[in-house]
């Protein structure tokens, strides 16, 4: 629970980065107000499900998978751009779990995902100097639109609503039972020896589906389609958690609601107790900008229940990173914090094994999740900002191995994709290499985002099958060389 002296607003007496400056005041404190008369996104029972499941994690007992968008638009929330979000995120999730045999947490970026940190308040287009785009629930893309607007952020709770209605009932009309890996096309794969691991790994999958499947897992009720009164069966039953970027404090604020913690009294006598959740997702985090000690966004993260993140990068010393866990966990409570780690492949060497016995010294329960995008971004040499699969994956098998060097376990992966498809079938072009080889020249063909470059539907299934792989010899304890990690162009681990 929030201490005596925390409440909603509190964060408004410390300075606050990467805030908006609105000219309207006024026409912003009337939409917050009908913002916050407005029925919430997620229930507390659902938030508190994912603090249970997050302690699994931190226990080693299950797998964190956290994707989506760098940034959401209200463009991109369409039927078709959401169907294949989630479709992919439950391909990828499959995978993990065949080979970890863990059960995987999956946390969209998704539902509430628009707002975007920015180095600089105005940018230069065309040798004007405009304000800088922060995402479609503050100004446009259209440098003529780029005065922040508050009605943005009431089309934000709208198109947040509209996406997760549409998730909640994909996930409860057997659409996860769609995605079998004998409908997965690997044509993609150039090489023919990666080809062939991918296939043994399909194969396999596919194999155990069609057993649980003859043996009465999905057996009677369940074995008839959902449209013909059938149950949701083996893929049908699933967790699907949102989050985003705790940004915009103004909007987190009137999302916040004071309501009975879900659970409390039920053993006993005792009272239920109250406890401030953030209803607009069920998973929020803090960037690297925005986590100064004694900033606004700490302390509004500090008094909501909701489990969250914290991006962990190179600028944060050991010392501050266990002061940051003291303030917003001080009683240590499981499933509260996890720790997102965004180092660069270059730098991660150097930074995650401190950090590591930093906070195994400080007895602080954490999950530990890596973030190969943020620390590999660069500008190809035909403008585009790109990463590098190699490189992405260097740092994510660099992470996997250090934990284990450090008596610790990569509990879960945060990565940007995506999994649209043009009218003809063609996913986007935004970073270089995987099993596809995507070439610099090739970048232009598909490049759709505004933020930053995302791993396509081909690229994130290569990362699936990586982690799957490894996850399967630690099992099998077979520590021979990962020849998918080789094939896919990764470096040579720390």
Known sequence: MA????????WKSRSAAQMVDYPDQQHLQRVLTKINALPPLVTPAEIERLRFQITAVQRNEAFLLHAGDCAESFDACTQQNISAKIGLILSFSLILIWGGRLPVVRIGRIAGQYAKPRS???ETIDNREVLSFRGDNVNGLDPNDRTPDPERLLSAYFHSTATLNYVRGLLTSGFASLHHPRDWSLSHVRSPALRSEFEKITRGLSDALDFSHTIGADSGRESAPFDRGGGRGVLGEIDFYTSHEGLMLDWEQAMTREVNIAGSGRSGPSPQQKGFYNTSAHFIWVGDRTRQLDGAHIEYFRGIRNP???????????????????????NKESGRVTLITRYGAGKIGDHLPGHIEAVKHSQHPVAWVCDPMHGNT???????KTRNFGTII???????SIHAACGSRLGGVSLEFTGELND?????TECLGGSMELSEEQLGLRYQSFCDPR????QSLDVAFLISNYFKEERLGDKGENSIYAALGGRKTI
């Not at 969250?308 to 001080?330: C, D, F, T």
């Not at 260097?394 to 996997?400: A, G, K, M, P, V």
């Not at 003809?424 to 986007?428: I, Y």
């Not at 791993?455 to 081909?458: C, H, I, M």
């Open 455 to 458: 791993l396509n539907f081909e």
């Open 120 to 122: 600089s308040g105005t």
């Open 378 to 384: 660069l500008t190809s040499n035909s403008g585009f």
């Open 3 to 10: 201490d005596s002296n925390w409440y909603p607003s509190s």
């Open 424 to 428: 003809e079938g063609f996913s986007v």
């Open 308 to 330: 969250i993140g914290i991006k962990v990068g190179p600028s944060l010393e050991s010392a501050e990173l266990i002061r940051l866990l003291q303030i917003v966990n001080p």
């Open 394 to 400: 260097s740092e994510l098998t660099s992470c996997i």
